[in-house]
């Protein structure tokens, strides 16, 4: 497992010259300020309580595994309603096709029935 202080990436920033000097005179070392700076982006840098933090971030994994949950149902119930609706349209297409047809058909032996032959 890495450890939080083993460096694994290196990568390009570009900082201020003013501040980089200031930096410099002082001693410091970006890299410290850098680590600094994530891991009070990251709230790290007042852990504490190992434990209550990993609760915490079960909890907040638990949630939106719920909510994610909760979005797929409500989803696939508006796909279920979508397409019960274009199948309730196809099925009135059809009909109305097949009372055209019906017609067209009644008329068609109408007058092969009834009209004379020339």
Do not use: P, W
């Given at each position: 497992m890495?450890?939080?202080?083993e460096?694994?990436k290196c990568?390009?920033?570009?900082?201020?010259?003013?501040?980089m000097?200031?930096?410099?005179?002082?001693g410091?070392?970006?890299?410290?300020?850098?680590?600094?700076a994530?891991d009070?982006?990251?709230?790290l840098e007042?852990l504490?309580?190992?434990e209550?933090?990993?609760?915490?971030l079960?909890a907040?994994?638990e949630?939106?595994?719920?909510?994610?949950?909760?979005?797929?149902?409500?989803?696939?119930?508006?796909i279920?309603?979508i397409i019960?609706?274009?199948e309730?349209?196809?099925q009135?297409?059809?009909k109305?096709?097949?009372?055209?047809?019906?017609?067209?058909?009644l008329?068609?032996?109408?007058?092969?029935?009834h009209?004379?032959?020339?």
């Amino acid at each position: 497992m890495l450890k939080i202080t083993e460096f694994n990436k290196c990568t390009c920033v570009k900082v201020n010259k003013e501040k980089m000097d200031l930096i410099k005179s002082k001693g410091l070392k970006l890299q410290c300020i850098l680590d600094k700076a994530m891991d009070k982006e990251l709230e790290l840098e007042c852990l504490t309580n190992k434990e209550e933090k990993i609760n915490l971030l079960n909890a907040e994994i638990e949630k939106l595994e719920q909510q994610k949950q909760e979005a797929t149902k409500n989803t696939k119930k508006h796909i279920n309603a979508i397409i019960k609706n274009l199948e309730f349209i196809q099925q009135y297409e059809e009909k109305q096709y097949d009372i055209q047809i019906q017609q067209l058909t009644l008329e068609r032996d109408y007058i092969e029935k009834h009209c004379l032959k020339k």
